[in-house]
């Protein structure tokens, strides 16, 4: 394990002070330094000397070596080495209220728990036998200022204090990087790496890494290297390499300089040093994406062939089979759920997006017909736009299954924010309101509950991690800091650190968590059509289940008969292909990107 944290992580170097300011021959002009500005924030603000510290490039320690690979690392953290999952210290900004604070922090404990590669159809560990990762709740910075430093996310204070925190965790076990639980731009992860001189994570950074861990079929693994280089893409900084030579996103020391670089070569006097680095940097992303997107091109083909002829004679008798689309929150039980239907053994697990590569299952129906039952990848709010672009192929098949149903979580305290997240999901990746109309939704794990058919609000918020009241409580931190105030870990206990601004600031954060891409739909009437979906859906009949226990099943496969043979009975009636043929388009807005 040891051995795999070394290679991850390299020990600070200090430059010569005139290589590290700003302003020193060589090194960024203050000009660029004010473009970045303008690139993250979208108003110039001072420039940091944050962005001139020199600091370490962490090096993959499962590095996929092929003729055409593009010479950098696309993963961080995650490794091959069975014995020795990534260790995450987590980091959780608080937000209002405490139930949205407790539901947000397990799924960051969960998340960073996951990240871990099978062996042999294994994981070293059994996910419930998992200890806690350690972790702390620190002041939002949206929820004080409205906007978070643009050097480093969080003020000095709670960087300070959150410093202290791993030191202290490490002393019991070494720990191989930090999950900040939000969005960072690249320059924001490079600075906090430098601070905590640790490899930093962001949300956007650990789903992409998961979905590399978990893929097992060449079509995921395809698909995640794509999002993995579509993300990397967007956070070349400018490095210095052993020579001192400057260029961008190699191995070497950084100089938080340009995350984008877009617009600062050739510019008059804003061009500068490594300015061609960069170009060539990107144009190695891009002549691989071109390469990963052909042979994705050839995935789509193939799957696209298998689905036309399953809907023309895939019946055992020749006639048409009808797909049905599990989707869902990720870990609501889509897995278990399809299990469950087709008495079959679909991969199940309390780990977070156990399912990266899609899986069909037959399951005979109580009119006697037989459909295809597709479990594929969760959803996940913040899901990372890269993902689902390059997860297109995948995503596919939902969009071009007959019927929908959706799986929830009935226990989750966030059920709704769940559900939005989904049907924003799937409004993002082209399917269409009518279809989203005709969804059946699924109310799973109803044992959770409390008593029959209970109000889902009263259920516990962590079904899958052992966290409790203490782990929320107040830490002594010790460190007076600058901004010591920026720097808490608890959710109740210092409530005059937060003033009225925390509510107004917590329907933003909530805005933000429940947003996956930005505004999604190219006019208003589709926005109009999508928010009347939402609406209806919530108040729409569901299907209780409790996939473990077998309850709900038949009433699920009645309805699934029923909505199949109306479609059909519409589609003999005349009816054109009408809710399957919008197509897919990009959102407008890149989560997590230094734009
Ligand atoms: N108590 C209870 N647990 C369930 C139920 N259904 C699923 N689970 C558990 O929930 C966890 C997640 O189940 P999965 O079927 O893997 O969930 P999923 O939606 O496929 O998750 P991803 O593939 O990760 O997106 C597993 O530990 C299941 O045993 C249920 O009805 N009741
Ligand atoms: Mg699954």
Redesign the pocket.
């Given at each position: 394990m040891f051995r795999s944290i070394s290679r991850l992580h390299c020990s600070l170097r200090s430059l010569p002070q005139s290589q590290r300011s700003i302003t020193s021959p060589g090194t960024a002009s203050v000009g660029s330094l004010e473009f970045l500005s303008r690139t993250i924030w979208g108003n110039t603000v001072e420039p940091s000397p944050q962005f001139s510290v020199p600091c370490c490039r962490f090096s993959s320690s499962r590095r996929k070596k092929s003729d055409e690979d593009h010479g950098d690392d696309l993963f961080l953290v995650s490794n091959r080495d069975p014995d020795s999952p990534p260790r995450l210290f987590v980091v959780q900004p608080r937000l209002r209220p405490d139930a949205m604070l407790r539901s947000k922090l397990s799924e960051a404990l969960n998340l960073a728990n996951?990240l871990e590669e099978q062996r042999d159809g294994l994981y070293a560990e059994e996910?419930g036998d998992k200890e806690v990762l350690p972790h702390i709740v620190v002041q939002n910075p949206l929820a004080r200022h409205l906007r978070a430093h643009a050097d480093r996310y969080f003020g000095p204070g709670t960087v300070e204090t959150v410093k202290a925190h791993i030191k202290g965790s490490e002393s019991k076990d070494k720990l191989d990087a930090v999950f900040v639980n939000t969005i960072l731009s690249g320059v924001q992860q490079r600075n906090l790496e430098c601070a905590w001189e640790k490899p930093v994570l962001d949300r956007v950074g650990i789903i992409i890494e998961i979905f590399n861990a978990h893929a097992q079929t060449k079509e995921a693994k395809l698909q995640s290297e794509l999002a993995a280089l579509m993300y990397k893409k967007t956070r070349l900084v400018r490095i210095r390499g052993p020579g001192g030579r400057l260029s961008f996103g190699a191995s070497g020391e950084a100089e938080v300089v340009s995350a984008r670089g877009r617009g600062s070569g050739g510019r008059g006097f804003i061009s500068g040093a490594g300015e061609s680095e960069l170009h060539l940097q990107r144009r190695r992303i891009q002549e691989r994406r071109i390469h990963l997107l052909a042979q994705i091109g050839e995935v789509r083909r193939t799957r696209a062939l298998q689905r036309s002829s399953r809907r023309r004679h895939g019946g055992s008798d020749g006639q048409g089979l009808a797909t049905v689309a599990v989707v869902?929150?990720?870990?609501?039980?889509?897995?278990?759920?399809?299990?469950a239907l087709s008495q079959s053994d679909?991969?199940?697990?309390?780990?977070?997006?156990?399912?990266?590569d899609p899986r069909l299952r037959s399951v005979i129906l109580p009119s006697g017909k037989k459909a295809l039952l597709s479990?594929t990848?969760?959803?996940i709010s913040d899901l990372p736009v890269q993902l689902v672009e390059a997860f297109h192929a995948t995503l596919e098949e939902v969009v071009e299954a007959d019927l929908l149903v959706h799986?929830l979580?009935s226990?989750a305290v966030n059920l709704d924010e769940q559900r939005s997240t989904v049907l924003q999901v799937l409004h993002q990746i082209g399917v269409s309101p009518e279809k989203i109309q005709d969804m059946i939704e699924v109310w799973?794990?109803?044992?959770?509950l409390e008593g029959e058919g209970g109000d889902h609000k009263t259920a516990d918020w962590s079904?899958?991690s052992e966290l409790s009241e203490d782990d929320l409580a107040s830490e002594d931190d010790g460190i007076n800091g600058d901004e010591d105030l920026d720097a808490e870990t608890s959710g109740s206990s210092q409530e005059h650190d937060d003033g009225p601004s925390e509510d107004h600031s917590t329907e933003e954060e909530a805005a933000c968590w429940a947003s996956p891409g930005g505004p999604i739909g190219e006019d208003e009437r589709q926005q109009n059509e999508f928010q009347e979906c939402i609406l209806s859906k919530q108040d729409s009949h569901h299907v209780k289940?409790?996939?473990?226990?077998g309850?709900g099943l038949q009433e699920l496969l009645h309805l699934i008969d029923e909505k199949l043979d109306s479609q059909k009975s519409f589609r003999e009636r005349g009816s054109s292909s009408g809710p399957f043929d919008r197509k897919w388009r990009p959102p407008q807005v890149t989560v997590g990107a230094d734009s």
């Open positions: 996951s996910f869902g929150y990720t870990n609501a039980g889509k897995s278990t759920l399809v299990s679909v991969y199940s697990d309390d780990r977070l997006f156990a399912t990266v479990d990848v969760g959803f799986v979580d226990s799973n794990k109803i044992d959770l079904t899958t289940t409790s996939a473990v226990l309850v």
